[in-house]
């Protein structure tokens, strides 16, 4: 029935069209004289258009949508241009596109309407534009427009959607940081770093007492046979600057700046010389090895590109997950939105086990902690866990501390 109700419409238009036609010629006859055949002849041309018009194909256009490029930064403007060829030269009165926008560009402000009002007339090709302001992160798809055309008089309207699919890659908004490697200093005074310390086997500049957990290759056989005792060698360390970045992926207000700032820091980790790994809890757990170059850059900025906030999953409740199975020590660094007595005591646990811990606590513009966080962040200066407070559009203070030391 469905199907069979469109064409009962354009038989009923048809009907109506020619019962016109029959109506001004009969008042023509009859009445007689030129005003009554001007009227005839007036509304045969638009009677004859609306009949050619409802015989003529639509699936002869020829659409092209033309993206200047594919891969873009949250918050840059995109220009979309919509090119239109058709094979003839067929008058049309009108023609309305639109482009069929989905996800999270719906709701985003545009200069011009992707809905166009054109009029082609005799042209063979023609285009329209539309910009998009501020693009949202994530990976975005172009699948289809809707083509209308119709006749003066509104009886035939022919619609006609063609698909063409493109999409677009939104990376994360990221801000220049300078990373500096953090010492464990609190409000005790400085401590011992848990960093992981790396030795350079080539490099020997000492010997030292045999101690528990040394290498037999690392045995100075000559210093102990003068000291009757196991001497080892002492060789040259250096530290590591290796990362591994824990991002929160409950729903939360500040989701968008915690994606933000986890970008920033991974770059700017990167950019360093450092290396890098990634874990994040959202719909599914996602472990990325500490890694460095651009490669890791790339991977890590596609896969924040298209997280989303549906973890079900506390950050703390995500440190004891299975995916969670770094075996090396390293920096640990935190990136939340939410504080609790919980987190701080993983955190804290964690930290003795396999480094040092820093906390990234996100807040907007001007946000101040409440009474129950700055309590929290006693507690974990306390139990070893560096608390920092990032405020949305001035990421670079995260560090200031640091490289002002």
């Not at 992707?114 to 172009?142: C, D």
């Not at 940081?177 to 020997?204: C, K, M």
């Amino acid at each position: 029935m469905k199907k069979l109700l469109p064409l009962l419409k354009k038989v009923w238009k048809f009907i109506l069209l020619f019962l016109l036609i029959l109506l001004t010629f009969s008042y023509a006859m009859f009445q007689g004289g030129f005003v009554s055949w001007f009227l005839f002849y007036s509304f045969l041309p638009f009677a004859i258009y609306s009949t050619a018009l409802s015989l003529y194909p639509l699936g002869g256009l020829e659409i092209k949508r033309v993206l200047p490029k594919t891969d873009y930064n949250a918050g840059e403007t995109l220009k979309v241009s919509v090119h239109i060829k058709r094979p003839d030269r067929f008058p049309l009165f009108y023609l309305l596109i639109e482009e069929k926008l989905e996800g999270t560009l719906v709701s985003v402000q545009q200069s011009k309407s992707t809905k166009a009002l054109l009029f082609p007339g005799f042209q063979r090709e023609f285009s329209n534009e539309y910009i998009i302001k501020e693009l949202p992160r994530g990976e975005h798809s172009f699948r289809w427009f809707t083509v209308k055309v119709g006749d003066p008089l509104g009886l035939f309207e022919k619609e006609k959607q063609f698909a063409l699919e493109e999409k677009i890659i939104v990376y994360p908004a990221y801000s220049e940081l300078v990373y500096q490697h953090f010492e464990n200093q609190f409000d005790q005074g400085l401590t011992a770093s848990r960093e992981r310390v790396q030795r350079d086997t080539t490099i020997a500049v000492g010997v030292r007492e045999y101690q528990p957990g040394d290498r037999f290759s690392w045995i100075n056989w000559k210093a102990t046979a003068k000291r009757n005792e196991f001497m080892t060698k002492e060789f040259e360390q250096r530290q590591s600057h290796d990362v591994f970045i824990v991002m929160d992926c409950v729903p939360d207000p500040h989701f968008e700046t915690v994606v933000s700032f986890t970008a920033s820091l991974i770059r700017a980790v990167l950019k360093k010389g450092a290396q890098a790994g990634l874990l994040t809890a959202s719909k599914t757990n996602n472990s990325f090895p500490i890694r460095g170059g651009e490669s890791q850059l790339q991977v890590l900025f596609y896969h924040l590109a298209k997280i989303e906030a549906k973890s079900n999953l506390s950050l703390d409740k995500v440190l004891e997950t299975d995916s969670f199975s770094v075996q090396q020590t390293v920096s640990f660094m935190l990136v939340t939105a939410q504080l609790s007595k919980g987190l701080i005591e993983k955190a804290s646990f964690l930290g003795r086990r396999k480094g040092a811990i820093t906390l990234f606590l996100i807040k907007h513009q001007q946000e101040t902690p409440m009474d129950e966080e700055r309590s929290l962040i006693s507690v974990a200066n306390a139990r070893g866990v560096r608390i920092v407070m990032v405020h949305e559009g001035n990421f670079a203070a995260a560090f200031s501390e640091v490289s002002g030391r």
